[in-house]
């Protein structure tokens, strides 16, 4: 059952205060939408230190769990917003005129 | 048994925080009200009390500091007067949205400009429409009365909304009557332990309060949000009866007073109910069948039990201790004579505004007013626009 409701839902049936009783449920809500710059990952440049992870507002840069590595970014959180490029200490992070990732672009690999 | 001892108004409204003994009291101190909070500062210090005192730079800050303290799962009052409830105006309309039942002793005084410290409602209507609850009290025994109460109607389950305690400054926080103050303990049961209803605490069972809510689903959360009055209005009315087989004193939506079978009837809120009581009486003697009718919950607003009190009347008056600049009479005449149309009752009502800035309301006055609906009756349509009481004019 997905947690969020549908866009039918009526007016008895919110919850009341207008709460969100499950945690966790902004991975449900895609801002990808909004993008029209995207980041580009210098990957011989990139040292791995997460400070885009770590800055990303929308859990946007993916990694894997067990390695702690960068794995990309999510086209369905990422709004282009630029803070990874600033925030990224050695400049590896571009933003690129357009919406869409292109699976040829260096540093783009599949969502998990 | 409780005692019986001379307090005012703001002394007994302390004296009832003391008895419930909130987990938190955030305020910052203004003119009428400051006695509350000092008093029950004084308390804190004390150690009479066990409550989270926080003393805040402003009343946007208390009633911040006030709402994200009912978020996290306590119970929570606070008190305030005129401009400083004006402050907490952004922050009123999000207690009450995010249904958390604090409690707020208002102690009625005039809004600014000009600069005035005395008596009147314009603080409490200009917050009529922020989603809390408001009762009058017409003496000091009501302020007291009406604080217990509040408590256990803000917090029942099928309720949960913010209360004012609403009570005339000076005319009653700084006025001494002598009043029942209960045992501490009977207060104390009557009100019961405090139940949360989704606190921020529980860390097991996380939740969101107040996230981003636009166009597609802010609608159906204001809907929801009336459903929470008529159920409001059903507890007042109980927990007035309760109160009433507890301490003796029973409490409902309105109070009538020889409207039975008045013919002029006077509607008011707070302590002018109490200078009618005696005025109906003078009128009573001479022959005129007066009445007075008193709203003690404006809001929700009983336009119902409104409209079946007043129904047989054959003039009404609605005396009215706030302007709505820019309408076409006061706020609580609008209410009234709305309640009456929509009920189907067409009674010639006049509007008088008294009273503004603590301007003295006299018995003659008041006798006026009987004078002025005999020939309102007469004549079959009420006056307009609007009349004004103790207005040098």
């Given at each position: 059952m997905?947690?969020?409701?549908p866009?039918?839902?009526?007016?008895?049936?919110m919850?009341?205060?207008?709460?969100i009783p499950?945690?966790?449920?902004?991975?449900e809500?895609?801002?990808?939408?909004?993008r029209?710059?995207?980041?580009?990952r210098?990957n011989?440049?990139?040292i791995d230190c997460l400070?885009?992870?770590?800055?990303?507002?929308?859990?946007?840069?993916?990694?894997?769990d067990?390695?702690v590595k960068?794995?990309?970014?999510?086209a369905?959180?990422?709004k282009?917003?630029?803070i990874?490029?600033?925030?990224?200490?050695?400049?590896c992070?571009?933003?690129?005129?357009?919406?869409?990732f292109s699976?040829d672009?260096?540093g783009?690999s599949?969502?998990e | 048994?409780?005692?019986r001892?001379?307090l005012?108004?703001?002394?007994?409204?302390?004296e009832?925080?003391?008895?419930i003994n909130?987990d938190v009291?955030?305020?910052?101190?203004?003119?009428?009200?400051?006695?509350?909070?000092q008093?029950?500062?004084q308390f804190?210090?004390?150690?009479?009390?066990t409550?989270?005192f926080?003393?805040v730079?402003?009343?946007?800050s208390a009633?911040s500091?006030?709402?994200?303290?009912a978020?996290a799962?306590?119970?929570?009052m606070n008190?305030t007067?005129?401009?400083?409830l004006?402050?907490m105006?952004?922050?009123?309309y999000i207690?009450?949205?995010?249904?958390?039942?604090?409690i707020l002793s208002?102690?009625?005084r005039?809004?600014?400009g000009n600069?005035?410290?005395?008596c009147?409602?314009s603080?409490s209507?200009?917050?009529r429409d922020t989603?809390?609850?408001?009762?009058?009290a017409e003496?000091?025994q009501e302020?007291?009365?009406n604080?217990?109460?509040?408590?256990?109607i803000g917090?029942r389950m099928?309720?949960r909304l913010?209360?004012?305690n609403c009570?005339?400054g000076f005319?009653l926080?700084?006025s001494?009557e002598?009043?029942?103050v209960e045992d501490?303990?009977?207060v104390k049961d009557?009100v019961?332990p405090?139940?949360q209803?989704?606190?921020?605490?529980?860390i097991e069972n996380?939740?969101t309060y107040?996230?981003?809510?636009?166009?597609?689903?802010?609608?159906?959360?204001?809907?929801?949000q009336?459903?929470?009055?008529?159920p409001?209005?059903?507890?007042?009315?109980?927990e007035?009866?309760r109160?009433?087989?507890?301490?003796?004193?029973e409490y409902?939506?309105?109070e009538?007073f020889?409207?039975e079978?008045?013919?002029?009837v006077?509607?008011a809120l707070?302590?002018?109910?109490?200078?009618l009581?005696d005025?109906?009486?003078?009128?009573r003697?001479?022959g005129?069948k007066?009445g007075?009718?008193?709203?003690r919950?404006f809001r929700?607003?009983?336009?119902?039990?409104?409209?079946m009190?007043l129904?047989n009347?054959?003039?009404?008056?609605?005396?009215d201790?706030?302007?709505?600049f820019?309408?076409h009479a006061?706020?609580l005449?609008?209410?009234?004579?709305?309640?009456?149309?929509t009920h189907g009752k067409a009674?010639?009502t006049?509007?008088?505004i008294y009273g503004l800035?603590g301007r003295?309301?006299?018995p003659?006055?008041l006798?006026s007013v009987?004078d002025?609906?005999?020939?309102?009756?007469?004549?079959?349509q009420?006056?307009?626009p609007?009349s004004?009481?103790g207005l040098?004019?």
């Open positions: 997905s947690r969020v409701y866009p039918t839902a009526k007016w008895h049936e919850e009341r205060a207008g709460i499950q945690a966790g449920n902004a991975e809500y895609t801002v990808g939408g909004w029209n710059e995207h980041p580009v210098d011989e440049c990139c400070f885009c992870w770590i800055y990303c507002p929308d859990n946007a840069v993916n990694i894997k067990e390695s960068y794995q990309g970014f999510s369905d959180h990422c282009g917003c630029h990874c490029a600033a925030v990224c200490p050695k400049d992070i571009t933003m690129v005129p357009g919406g869409e699976p672009e260096p783009q599949e969502e | 048994m409780g005692k001892i001379a005012e108004g703001n002394e007994a409204v302390a009832a925080m003391r008895q909130p009291v955030a305020a910052y101190p203004i003119t009428p009200s400051t006695e509350i909070v008093n029950f500062a804190v210090s004390d150690g009479e009390v409550t989270n926080v003393a730079e402003s009343e946007h009633m500091a006030c709402l994200a303290a978020v799962g306590g119970r929570v008190a007067s005129a401009n400083g004006a402050l105006w952004e922050i009123l207690v009450s949205s995010l249904r958390q039942p604090v208002v102690v009625n005039a809004l600014s600069i005035n410290i005395h009147d409602h603080d209507m200009g917050a989603g809390w609850l408001q009762i009058f003496d000091v302020a007291y009365d604080l217990i109460q509040a408590v256990a917090e099928d309720v913010p209360v004012m009570l005339d005319l926080s700084h001494y002598l009043l029942q501490d303990q009977a009557f019961g405090y139940q209803w989704k606190p921020l605490l529980d996380p939740v107040g996230p981003l809510d636009l166009y597609d689903f802010y609608f159906e959360h204001k809907r929801s009336m459903e929470a009055y008529p409001a209005k059903q507890a007042i009315i109980e007035g009866k109160f009433g087989e507890v301490f003796g004193r409902g939506l309105i009538g020889m409207t079978d008045a013919d002029f006077v509607v707070g302590s002018t109910c109490g200078t009581r005025v109906v009486l003078e009128q003697e001479k005129v007066a007075m009718l008193k709203i919950a929700p607003f009983p336009a119902e039990e409104i409209a009190a129904q009347a054959s003039a009404i008056a609605v005396l201790r706030a302007a709505s820019g309408a006061g706020p005449y609008h209410e009234v004579t709305s309640a009456m149309y009674v010639p006049n509007n008088y800035g003295e309301i006299l003659d006055d006798s009987y002025d609906l005999q020939q309102v009756a007469t004549a079959g009420p006056w307009s609007v004004f009481l040098r004019e």
